[in-house]
C-alpha cells in the first residue's frame, strides 16, 4: 500500500534499545526504526493512534520478556524482492537465528546472499520483522541498523533463562 504524508503518523517512544521512531498508515505499522537527529519524520505526530498505541505496548512486553511474537497490522513498502525477505524474516521462531544464506534458500533465490543482506539492511520494521535474528555465515553477529550492541541485547532479550528447579 504505501505511506502517503496525509495518511503517515508518528510516535518516538523510549525503549531499552534507544528512542525508536513507530510510523504507522491508515492500514498498519510502516516503520520501526531507531530515531536520530535529522531523520525525517513523515506525518503527523500522533501519540494517539491505535497501531502505535498498540505497538508501543506490544514492544513494552517484548522488552519486559512478556512477549515472544508480535501481533500488529504490517504495511511494508518495498520491492517485491524486499517483501519477500522481509516475510521472511517474520517466520524466524523467538530466540533463534537464521544466516543470510538461510533467507536467500528461503525464498527460493539460493544466489541472493548479498541482495538477502541489502534487503534484511532496508527493513523497515526492525524489531518486530527481526532482522536482528539474522546472523552472518560464520555464526558471527553482523550489519545492523541500530548498532551490532542493540543487536546483541536484543538477541539477549530472546536468549532462553535458565530453568532452575527446586527438585535438582
Known amino acids: 500500500m504505501g505511506l502517503t504524508l496525509n495518511s503517515a503518523y508518528h510516535k518516538i517512544i523510549k525503549s531499552p534499545v ?5 510510523v504507522a498508515s491508515d492500514s498498519g505499522l510502516s516503520s520501526l526504526i531507531w530515531d536520530r537527529e535529522g531523520f525525517e519524520r513523515p506525518g503527523i505526530e500522533d501519540n494517539n493512534h491505535p497501531i ?3 505497538t508501543e505496548q506490544q514492544l513494552n512486553e517484548y522488552f519486559a520478556k512478556k512477549r515472544q511474537t508480535f501481533s500488529l497490522p504490517l504495511d511494508f513498502d518495498g520491492t517485491v524482492f524486499q517483501k519477500k525477505v522481509w516475510e521472511a524474516l517474520l517466520t524466524i521462531p523467538f530466540g533463534e537465528t537464521r544466516t543470510y544464506g538461510d533467507i536467500a534458500k528461503q525464498i527460493g533465490s539460493p544466489q541472493a546472499v548479498r541482495a538477502v543482506g541489502g534487503a534484511a539492511n532496508k527493513n523497515p520494521i526492525c524489531i518486530v520483522a527481526p ?8 555464526g558471527k553477529l553482523v550489519g545492523f541498523g541500530g548498532g ?3 543487536k546483541t541485547l ?4 530472546e ?3 535458565a530453568q532452575l528447579s527446586l527438585w535438582g
Not at 536482528?132 to 555465515?137: D, E, L, Q, Y
Not at 536484543?154 to 532479550?157: A, G, S, T
Open 18 to 22: 534507544g528512542e525508536l521512531l513507530l
Open 52 to 54: 502505535l498505541l498498540e
Open 131 to 138: 532482522c536482528h535474528r539474522v546472523i552472518g555465515a560464520t
Open 148 to 150: 551490532l550492541m542493540n
Open 154 to 157: 536484543l538477541l539477549e532479550i
Open 159 to 161: 536468549r532462553p533463562q
